[in-house]
């Protein structure tokens, strides 16, 4: 069956782990997965331990770097889908390099300028490419890029909003009921109950197979979709087709 993992942080200057493509390379090879979308380590775009982050020359050299090697993974034999990780450059000049977005920060780490008319411009630039966003922000911050900031953008949360709010305020407030939203089961500690849950109250159609690594792994992650014995069609929409559907408009990118 083909297997894409729709959540791999790839990287070659956070040294906290290994995060290499010859690293992670091994681990997609035991899960059986032929293809990943790929981010850039949260060290790689901005300091995450300093909520007073402020942009330098070393760290918009340090993030030129971290994309430039996500885009030379072209070639390898597992086919590498790289997301651009905006952060408050809003830099839109090199996304057409790219299969989709990634968004993220946590409640203790610095902030996103919404305010800022870049911001407006660069979610312009996503709606216009067709893009899909990986959104991982604070419940509040959530809801509005959703709702207002970029209504109509298809948007995944991972974790099933473990770090978005919490797997059980998603649940409770049905964020889920929103047609363009979808929801990755990656991260180590995601349980296989609230996948099931998930899939008994929104479907299978909306639901993607990821890992997470370095927090997880690609062949933990696939033991707990096949500990639910799913029919054969759910599998095929978890494991791949619904994330290659996301990247459908991805022309420069061969399907694996």
Request: proline content about 6%; overall charge negative; hydrophobic content about 35%.
């Amino acid at each position: 069956m083909l297997i894409v993992d729709s959540h791999v942080h790839m990287g070659q200057l956070d040294d906290s782990a290994p995060q290499r493509y010859e690293d992670i390379a091994p681990i997609f090879d035991e899960a059986g997965v032929t293809a990943a979308v790929c981010i850039s380590p949260v060290q790689e775009i901005y300091d995450r331990y300093d909520p007073d982050f402020v942009d330098t020359p070393a760290w918009q050299e340090r993030r030129r770097q971290s994309r430039e090697y996500l885009c030379s993974l072209k070639d390898k034999r597992h086919r590498i889908y790289p997301f651009y990780f905006v952060w408050n450059d809003f830099d839109t000049s090199g996304l057409d390099r790219y299969c989709g977005i990634k968004w993220h920060r946590h409640p203790d780490e610095p902030r996103y300028h919404y305010d800022d008319p870049a911001c407006a411009r660069m979610i312009d630039a996503i709606r216009d490419r067709g893009f899909v966003v990986l959104l991982e922000e604070e419940w509040e911050n959530t809801l509005r890029f959703v709702d207002e900031f970029a209504p109509g953008v298809p948007v995944i949360i991972p974790h099933l909003g473990r770090l978005n709010g919490g797997v059980e305020r998603f649940f409770r407030e049905d964020f889920w009921r929103r047609e363009n939203t979808h929801a990755d089961m990656s991260a180590a500690d995601c349980q296989e109950r609230d996948i099931q849950r998930y899939l008994e109250k929104y479907g299978p159609e909306r639901m993607l197979f990821g890992s997470d690594y370095p927090f997880g792994s690609s062949v933990i992650s696939k033991e707990k979709i096949d500990a639910l014995n799913l029919p054969e069609a759910d599998r095929k929409l978890i494991f791949a087709d619904n994330i290659l559907r996301l990247l459908k408009h991805t022309e420069q990118y061969e399907k694996p």
